[in-house]
């Protein structure tokens, strides 16, 4: 069985190890030139660590991750919010809530597939399904041809553009961007087995310990348009720490990403030889963070799905049973908005609790 991965991000590198693992010969196409050399944290939940551990990667996953005991909030004057304590749930849950470095993490998947078996420069640019095949065009002028391929290849995919069209994103009315950054944790005031949030309605930001003596900051402020804005918007927290961490945080290393609103779902994932998975299935606000999470379990779940039936049909039709309603219900969750934020939710190692494990992880 050939299958061709369109897309070498966290979810089609996870896939690429999961059907490999089941004898298929496996090939992924990048379109960066390299593996990527820079990244900010992801805040991984117990549902990725099950899926990460799954597909055979436990060790490896424990060694870059960060376990996060504690889900802490404070007010811009310090009084604190809430504090969650998540230290038992590897117990209750099978995996723990984690900070990881997103370079770390993407290393880890691509030395586990094999770093050289991921032709990077490879972006797609048209594909088609032949019945009991597909193939895709990419802009170097190479195609590949394979029994099935995969479209993992993000937010803004090619291939689901291609298949399906219609996905509208709208920026998000309440938090149009989110900015980010990574630190030295030395050099920010925090706990370092937890979450640490500050929140008010109009703004907040989070800090989380990512390994390696790193921390990774990020936050969103209601109606600020530029950077200069969200900084101006802290300036007067001084009874917290965050306008030393901006202060100490070189601006060039900030990463700005505009939010958007998703419109057009549900789709279609599967058109005959052609299936989505990660992003490109399930694009969604980061309100829950989320989206790494259920992209790990689609590669879990579609390696399962051709582990249980070599009828590739069948065995899709299985992976898109068992995802679709799941992940558009994260969608969902991840649309409601975030803590003192828009329509003011719990905080989000409480949702996490009651809207994903107790219905979909
Ligand atoms: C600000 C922000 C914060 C987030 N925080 C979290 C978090 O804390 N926790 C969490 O779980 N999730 C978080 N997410 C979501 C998470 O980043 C994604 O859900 C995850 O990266 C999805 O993996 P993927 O493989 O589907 O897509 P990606 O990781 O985006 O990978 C897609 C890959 O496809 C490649 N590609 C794109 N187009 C083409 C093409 N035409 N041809 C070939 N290759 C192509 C890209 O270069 C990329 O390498 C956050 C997202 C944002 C925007």
Redesign the pocket.
Known sequence: MRVGI???????VSAAIGLASLGFEVEV????PTL?ATGA????WPN?GRAIYGLGLREHYDAIAVKLDRYVGFGADGEQLFSKDTSNWPQTYGAPSVGVYRLALSTMLAEAFGKDRIKYG???LSIEDKGDRAVCHFTNGESYEGDLIIG???????IREKLVGGVQFRPNEHHAF?W?AVVDLKDVDVDPAAQTGFYTSGGWLSVIPIGNGKAYW?GSVSGAKTLDDFIAFFSGWTKTHIPRTLGITPRETIVE?P?FDVDGLPFKWTHGRITL????AHPMM?DM???????FIDALALRNAFARSSDVDEALAAYEAERRPAANYVVKCSQKGSFLGRHNVSPVAIRYEEEIEAHVA
């Open positions: 369109c897309g070498g991000g966290l979810g089609g196409f990048e379109k960066s990527r944290g992801l805040n991984l990725a490879h972006e797609v993992a290849d993000g937010i803004y995919s090619v989110r980010r990020f990403s939010l998975l990660g992003d490109a980061p963070a989320q989206g790494a999470s259920q992209t």
